[in-house]
C-alpha cells in the first residue's frame, strides 16, 4: 500500500482534491436537476390530463343543459303527448294501424316468383358487341 501511495503521491494535491469535490458537487446537482426535470414532466402529464377531464365535463354539462332545455320545451311536450298518450292537435285525425310484424307476403311465401331466365354465353356476346338480344 505504501508503495502506491509514494507512486501517485503527486495527485494528492488540495487543488485535485477541490476539483474532485466540485465534480461530485455537479454531478449531484445535474442528478437532482435530472429527476426534478423528470417529476416536473409527470407533473405536467397529470394537470394536462386533469385538465382534458375538466373540458370533458364541462361539454357534458353543456349538453346536459341542453337537454334539460329541451325536456322543458313546448316541442318536447306536444311530441311526448302525441307519442305516449295519442293527441293529436285541432284538425288532425290519430289513425292506428294493427300490427304488421304477422303479416307475410303470400308470394314470397308461397315461392311463386318467377324464375329468371339466364341468357346462354352466345346471346350474352352478341348482346355485348351488337347491343340486340340474339336469340
Known amino acids: 500500500m505504501q508503495r502506491y501511495l509514494n507512486r501517485y503521491r503527486h495527485y494528492l494535491t488540495i487543488q485535485n482534491g477541490t476539483i ?51 325536456y322543458r320545451s313546448d316541442e318536447f311536450l306536444e311530441l311526448s303527448a302525441r307519442q305516449r298518450l295519442g293527441k293529436a292537435n285541432p284538425g288532425e285525425k290519430l289513425i292506428i294501424l294493427p300490427d304488421s310484424r304477422g303479416i307475410v307476403d303470400k308470394q314470397t311465401a308461397t315461392g311463386n316468383t318467377p324464375a329468371a331466365v339466364k341468357a346462354s354465353n352466345l346471346s350474352q356476346w352478341a348482346q355485348f358487341f351488337f347491343g340486340n338480344k340474339a336469340d
Open 20 to 70: 474532485v469535490l466540485a465534480a461530485i458537487i455537479a454531478l449531484g446537482w445535474v442528478w437532482g436537476t435530472v429527476q426534478t426535470l423528470q417529476k416536473n414532466f409527470t407533473y405536467q402529464q397529470q394537470v394536462d390530463a386533469l385538465a382534458e377531464t375538466v373540458e370533458l365535463e364541462k361539454l357534458r354539462n353543456e349538453n346536459l343543459e341542453f337537454q334539460q332545455q329541451y
